[in-house]
């Protein structure tokens, strides 16, 4: 199969984003880059919308690639006209957010972002760990982003999670980050 070929199944991917706070000037373009890249290649991404936080450029890039979207919101999200018609569940609390984003999901990503994107993937990633699911998850480590969660795998996860290196796992490039989530997917199922 060339890299450009959809994947056979499509593969449901929470994306986790912001381009909101300070960082890299960069997320933006990552985002997007992302965005087109999954979609082309026939997975579906579901992303959080929260506290007036939208991963827009992940958002508009998929859709414009043919991809398909879907938002887990609060109740004040208000969605810019630029992404009318995009599916969106509204729940009320941030535990039945992530709850949510863990039943659709079957691998999570995390693009370089605020701290609050990285506190819905652990949220995320607890919710599906108390469903009895261990979806894999994998870090977008440009500029080493998630240098620190790395450390953090390898001392923290290794003793209580067998397999932890499986389970979490860190990429270098957009390529790189989708054949890893690929083949961890294809592995699961």
Same mark, same amino acid.
């Given at each position: 199969?060339? $890299?450009?070929? /959809?994947?056979?199944?499509?593969?449901?991917?929470?994306?986790?984003?912001?381009?909101?706070?300070?960082?890299?000037?960069?997320?933006?373009?990552?985002?997007?880059?992302?965005?087109?890249?999954?979609?082309?290649?026939?997975?579906?991404?579901?992303?959080? +919308?929260?506290?007036?936080?939208?991963?827009?450029?992940?958002?508009?890039?998929?859709?414009? +690639?043919?991809?398909?979207?879907? &938002?887990?919101?609060?109740?004040?999200?208000? =969605?810019?006209?630029?992404? @009318?018609?995009? $599916?969106?569940?509204?729940?009320?609390?941030?535990?039945?957010?992530? +709850?949510?984003?863990?039943?659709?999901?079957? @691998?999570?990503? @995390?693009?370089?972002?605020?701290?609050?994107?990285?506190?819905?993937?652990?949220? $995320?990633?607890?919710?599906?760990?108390?469903?009895?699911?261990? /979806?894999?998850?994998?870090?977008?480590?440009?500029?080493?982003?998630?240098?620190?969660?790395?450390?953090?795998?390898?001392?923290? =996860?290794? /003793?209580?999670?067998?397999?932890?290196?499986?389970?979490?796992?860190?990429?270098? $490039? &957009?390529?790189?980050?989708?054949?890893? =989530?690929?083949?961890?997917?294809?592995?699961?199922?």
């Amino acid at each position: 199969m060339s $890299t450009m070929e /959809p994947a056979a199944a499509a593969h449901v991917i929470a994306v986790f984003a912001s381009d909101r706070g300070p960082g890299d000037p960069e997320r933006a373009s990552i985002m997007s880059q992302t965005g087109t890249y999954f979609a082309k290649r026939g997975a579906s991404i579901v992303c959080l +919308a929260e506290g007036g936080i939208i991963p827009v450029p992940l958002i508009t890039a998929a859709r414009a +690639a043919g991809g398909q979207v879907r &938002i887990v919101a609060d109740p004040g999200i208000t =969605l810019p006209p630029a992404l @009318a018609g995009v $599916t969106m569940d509204i729940l009320p609390t941030r535990e039945e957010r992530l +709850a949510r984003l863990s039943e659709l999901a079957e @691998a999570y990503v @995390a693009l370089p972002g605020s701290l609050a994107s990285a506190s819905a993937l652990f949220g $995320t990633w607890a919710a599906a760990k108390a469903m009895g699911r261990t /979806p894999p998850v994998v870090m977008l480590n440009r500029h080493r982003a998630y240098e620190v969660i790395r450390g953090y795998a390898a001392d923290v =996860l290794s /003793p209580g999670l067998p397999g932890h290196e499986r389970a979490v796992q860190f990429a270098d $490039t &957009i390529e790189d980050l989708w054949g890893r =989530l690929s083949r961890l997917i294809s592995e699961a199922r």
